[in-house]
């Protein structure tokens, strides 16, 4: 769909029309990850699946972008916006009835599904326990998704139940939010209870009185229906919002913020590279917000939160200006998915999720889509020269866009490597015949553990940089030696080390002063503690590999930078060409225009050939 807009662009130019605001705010967020890839390929990488991520996530970029576009300039009608979005709306009724077979009969019906040509790579539609209770997943990755998925197409599937076309119909959407609410707890879990609440939240003020009464009285029969047939899970989900300080994937969300806090102080503007951050090399980050600030930085999360907000003030602005009902309604609804989908990207990674990610996107296109069907009712606005004050502006900011990709491309031709030294240590128990006392616990695994500990303290950092210039850290065996990762290894007498530095010499000499460091600290803990000669333990070198470069991805980082330019620099001549200044955009009459308008909407998306005479 991406290709098909960009095929449609160049072939065919619409008349003149306001500046839709969703496409800027999509223009801002495709910058910002731009700028987190090309960031990111600048930076050390040690790992090849990093950067194979890093493009993955290019790719899903012009998937979101294709969607959102093509939602926005492809769709002339609500009639044609009803009937996708009512695609959607029965998609996800079909979750909701495979959540429940998948309840109630224990059957996973997504492992039958079978697709030729391919082959599962992973489990899906696995039931997960949580409280005694089992959770459901239907066609999604995680209960966590389902019941996010479920509740921000809620307010859609109302909305037909509401404003279809005959009697018939709308009973059958009623049946469907029906399904779709009894589906919705099965999730077990807070995700899906909160964003069912917001749903109904954002919709029950804008109902009339009495569909507001028969709205709680529907609410309260199903909530006694449902506890007597399934006893004890609405007081389980209401138990999780009570005891929600205490429970372990809370705290191990609150144990994110640490580390969270070292990664974006190391890269704070622009992130270490979009998709770079893999859960399993690092750590895994239940907070879409957390993950877009450690990927894209401080930019990109401002571009991803004003994507939100801005959008859902397009579907209000389109309910408060549009005189149809149904219309206003859609907008309410589609107002009230992206809340529900925004405020539970701080509960899990909700990108990280293909059909959460997705269902953001189609929202936010749906939102556009709106916005250009309602601003076609409107007259087309004729281009005025630019005031000297809006000159100044665009001028200035040209100035600034020029340094500012004067300094990236000197970033990337001058982007330098950072060299790495990897070792490793033992602690050798005695060779007599006594034994150290501090053998008796797993052959010295809890005193390695505890020597880890000590290395990597504030003050042996501190002291060490200060000493060679390079920075460290330390693992247990078959632990992870990236900083704030979740794998700290298993129980062994063996300790994995890794020296990093600008140069190889000052790598080299932290390797070295941290091996020493680790030798000194067990003799001075072994002096204290009185134990004789022969039975002291020794810190033998197992590995002391020499350091070695470890570079960005250079090819990608001028890729990225040629891209980037390329949509800045078109954006800023659509600015340009807006505001009529300079003699070489050429605006057509006014009767050219008009006429153009009876073949081709503005922002309509065509593909074809375009009669030249109109």
């Known amino acids: 769909m991406f290709g098909w807009w960009l095929a449609s662009r160049l072939v065919v130019h619409p008349a003149p029309t306001r500046a839709h605001p969703v496409k800027w705010l999509m223009l801002v967020f495709v910058l910002a990850v731009l700028a987190s890839y090309l960031a990111g390929m600048l930076r050390p990488i040690a790992y090849v699946a990093e950067t194979n991520s890093a493009d993955r996530a290019l790719l899903s970029l012009c998937a979101w972008c294709g969607v959102v576009l093509v939602m926005a300039d492809g769709i002339s009608s609500y009639a044609r916006l009803e009937s996708l979005l009512k695609v959607v709306a029965g998609g996800i009724t079909c979750v909701a009835i495979l959540g429940i077979v998948q309840y109630t009969l224990r059957l996973d019906l997504a492992s039958i599904i079978q697709v030729p040509g391919l082959h599962p790579n992973r489990e899906f539609g696995q039931l997960v326990n949580r409280a005694a209770y089992q959770r459901v997943t239907a066609t999604t990755s995680h209960p966590i998704e389902f019941g996010v998925v479920l509740s921000s197409a809620l307010p859609l599937v109302i909305h037909f139940a509401r404003f279809s076309g005959t009697k018939i119909q709308r009973r059958r959407w009623w049946i469907a939010v029906g399904l779709v609410s009894v589906a919705l707890p099965l999730s077990v879990s807070r995700s899906g209870a909160l964003g069912g609440l917001i749903a109904v939240v954002y919709l029950f003020y804008t109902w009339p009185r009495s569909l507001k009464l028969r709205a709680l009285a529907a609410l309260a029969v199903g909530g006694l229906t449902m506890s007597f047939v399934v006893p004890g899970l609405l007081g389980t989900i209401r138990n999780l919002f009570l005891n929600a300080s205490s429970d372990p994937s809370t705290q191990g969300r609150t144990a994110d913020y640490a580390p969270v806090l070292h990664y974006t102080s190391e890269h704070p503007l622009f992130g270490r ?223 994995q080390l890794v020296s990093r530095a600008p140069n190889a010499s000052a790598a080299n000499a932290g390797l070295s002063a941290v091996m020493q460091e680790a030798a000194s600290r067990v003799a001075q803990f072994q002096t204290r503690l009185g134990i004789p000669s022969r039975q002291l333990i020794r810190v033998v070198v197992l590995q002391q590999q020499s350091a070695f470069a470890v570079k960005g991805r250079p090819s990608r980082a001028e890729l990225a930078f040629v891209i980037l330019l390329v949509v800045v620099g078109i954006a800023y001549f659509s600015v340009i060409r807006h505001n009529r200044i300079g003699r070489t955009w050429r605006i057509a009459p006014r009767s ?6 009876r073949d081709h909407r503005p922002g309509q998306l065509v593909l074809g050939t375009h009669n030249d005479s109109q």
Request: aromatic share 6%; glycine share 12%.
């Open 592 to 597: 050219a225009r008009v006429g153009r308008r």
């Open 273 to 495: 590279g979009i998709g770079t951050f893999i859960p399993s090399i690092y750590r895994t980050l239940d907070n879409a917000y957390l993950g877009i600030l450690v990927e894209a930085g401080v930019v990109g999360l401002l571009a991803f939160l004003a994507l939100f907000v801005g959008s859902g003030c397009v579907a209000g602005s389109v309910r408060r200006h549009s005189p149809t009902e149904s219309v206003r309604d859609l907008g309410q609804s589609l107002k009230a998915g992206l809340a529900v989908l925004a405020i539970n990207s701080a509960t899990f990674d909700a990108l990280g999720f293909s059909m959460c990610a997705g269902m953001i996107f189609l929202l936010v296109g749906a939102t556009a889509s709106l916005w250009t069907i309602q601003s076609r009712d409107r007259p087309v606005p004729r281009l005025r020269p630019a005031t000297p004050q809006r000159i100044r502006w665009i001028a200035a900011a040209g100035v600034t866009i020029v340094i500012a990709f004067g300094l990236a491309g000197r970033g990337v031709m001058n982007a330098r490597p950072e060299y790495q030294a990897y070792g490793a240590v033992l602690l050798a128990t005695p060779t007599s015949a006594d034994q150290s006392p501090l053998t008796s616990s797993h052959d010295l695994s809890f005193t390695a553990s505890a020597l880890r500990d000590v290395l990597g303290g504030s003050g042996v950092r501190e002291k060490i940089r200060q000493q060679s210039g390079a920075d460290y850290d330390v693992a247990l065996s078959g632990g992870s030696l990236m900083p704030g990762t979740d794998v700290i290894g298993e129980l062994s007498p063996t300790l």
